[in-house]
């Protein structure tokens, strides 16, 4: 029997939004299409992630992406390129 992959809108991806509110560190959503998170933001290092092209006609899927890219990035404290502290 196939078994399916994981597909888009599988998932539970609300859960997983919400995690990402209650973690230390928070994703913040910085431009909305419509209901679709176009552009996030993480709070602690304000690192941006754009939700691709190709997803923002699927607001979950758009979540899904952003909610990728901050689970996978590595918090980097800005190194003098622009804050001072
Ligand atoms: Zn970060």
Redesign the pocket.
Same mark, same amino acid.
């Given at each position: 029997m196939a078994h399916e992959p994981l597909k888009g809108g599988f998932f539970p991806f609300v859960s997983l939004w919400e995690n990402a509110f209650m973690a230390k560190?928070i994703l913040r959503v910085l431009k909305w299409l419509g209901t679709t998170p176009a552009v996030a933001v /993480?709070e602690?290092?304000?690192?941006q992630f754009k939700a691709p092209m190709s997803v923002l006609t699927k607001t979950r899927d758009a979540q899904a992406s952003l909610q990728q890219q901050f689970d996978t990035?590595? /918090?980097?404290p800005a190194t003098g390129a622009t804050a001072r502290e």
């Open positions: 560190r /993480c602690s290092c304000r690192q990035h590595k /918090c980097a």
